[in-house]
């Protein structure tokens, strides 16, 4: 079993940042999605183990960076943020580590709460 709970979402400007935080119980490749209402989980970014390769989709490289610490907590630092940025933002834990699946939500086996992140114009 792998704990992992989000923090740090909350209500920005169009243009602003936000940084999500993920506490895991322990260290595995892990990834971040987000989820609009009436809309599907959607992949945003992930991490491997060491934290040495990275990944992110590509309605947010180059405005948000997905990086982890030397223990057990993983960030998604938000830049630039645009309204359809909106939704509740989820962390994921898998102990499957990389696979070319890594963007699909069944890749991962523990799943955070969520945080919402709301983004006006």
């Known amino acids: 079993q792998v704990q992992v709970a989000e923090s740090g979402g909350g209500l920005v400007q169009a243009g602003g940042s936000l940084r999500l935080s993920c506490a895991a119980s322990s260290r595995t490749f892990m990834g971040w999605f987000r989820q609009a209402p009436g809309k599907e989980r959607e992949f945003v970014a992930a991490i491997t183990f060491s934290g040495a390769n990275k990944y992110h989709s590509n309605s947010v490289r180059g405005r948000f960076t997905i990086s982890r610490d030397t223990k057990n907590t993983v960030f998604l630092q938000m830049n630039s943020l645009k309204t359809e940025d909106t939704g509740v933002y989820y962390c994921?834990?898998?102990?499957?580590?990389?696979?070319?699946?890594?963007?699909?939500?069944?890749?991962?086996?523990?799943w955070g709460q969520g945080t919402q992140v709301s983004v006006s114009s």
């Open positions: 994921a834990a898998s102990t499957l580590g990389y696979a070319v699946t890594y963007t699909y939500p069944a890749h991962y086996d523990y």
